[in-house]
């Protein structure tokens, strides 16, 4: 009932609301058919031979002799290509957590373009000095290039180290991985995203413990296997990963399959003080100490 002198209200919602809840609406929309189109898809691809968790049997194209040679030939646009991916995923929190760690003579191995420099930049005060490596000379030129960009660094040098080069199997006498003049140097060796694209990983580990001080510290953020509470999605996640394995490994050098904390926790002289997994578990973060075995 409307009294003399007074006017019915018409209650409506503000236009200003119809844009936000329009745009959510289509991102919804855009994301299931995202989602389901990838769900189909891959469900769609035939299972792998088993063999292509072994990291020791894991080979990329034909056309490259190694990791390290697809990851020269994706340096110059390699930023820009993953840039998106890492921003969505939150890995630049990852990155900053693990570099907030750094202290004193600090090695990075398989450090690529240089993506940490801008967070160890921030840590510096806690650095002494900082050697950068990579098994791709193309990736370390990309990673001399940010090196530029920024002013508050502490001393830094660049070298080519491949910490699991294809050998054969049966040589009388290898040359050294790990040159004398940097064994036992270091108190803390860094590797983000390095693990999945090593020939041998359990090699790799064993030539970043002799980098190593005594009681030096590794740093590791990774990806790999899927381990979460609820079987039933990490078993999808890694069937998906397994299917995937061999194209994703061709395009970038990777192989995002492995079973890491496992190979990790089988390292002799390593002790693990902590770990945290992200991304349903795909993404593992571990701190570990050499210790005397």
């Known amino acids: ?19 936000p809840l329009v745009l959510g609406s289509v991102f919804a929309f855009v994301s299931s058919a995202y989602l389901g189109f990838h769900v189909f898809r891959l469900s769609s691809l035939p299972s792998p031979d088993p063999s292509i968790k072994d990291p020791l049997r894991q080979r990329v194209s ?22 998106w991916d890492e921003w969505f995923m939150g890995l630049d929190r990852r990155r900053r957590s693990v570099a907030a760690k750094l202290k004193g003579n600090v090695i990075e191995t398989a450090a690529g373009t240089g993506r940490n420099l801008r967070f160890i930049a921030e840590n510096k005060d806690n650095i002494q000095a900082l050697t950068l490596t990579d098994a791709s000379p193309h990736m370390l030129e990309r990673a001399f290039d940010t090196f530029k960009t920024y002013k508050d660094l502490p001393p830094t040098k660049f070298s080519l180290l491949d910490l699991s080069p294809h050998q054969p199997p049966s040589t009388s006498n290898p040359t050294p991985i790990i040159p004398p003049t940097l064994e036992s140097k270091f108190d803390t060796v860094l590797d983000t995203f390095g693990l999945c694209s090593y020939h041998n990983p359990t090699q790799s580990l064993e030539n970043m413990l ?44 990777c192989w995002w399959n492995r079973d890491l904390e496992t190979i990790i926790r089988n390292i002799k002289g390593l002790q693990i003080e902590s770990v945290k997994r992200y991304h349903f578990g795909t993404t593992i973060e571990i701190i570990a100490r050499k210790v005397d075995e």
């Open 210 to 253: 002799k980098l190593c001080k005594p009681n030096g510290q590794l740093i590791l953020l990774e990806h790999g296997r899927s381990v979460h509470p609820i079987e039933f999605i990490s078993s999808w996640i890694n069937d998906a990963l397994d299917k995937t394995a061999q194209s994703h490994a061709n395009r970038w050098g």
């Open 1 to 19: 009932m409307v009294l003399p002198g007074q006017h019915q209200q018409q209650h409506r919602f503000p236009l200003r609301a119809t844009p």
């Open 62 to 83: 034909a056309k490259f002799a190694s990791t390290a040679e697809v990851y020269s030939s994706i340096a110059d646009s390699y930023d820009s290509d993953i840039g």
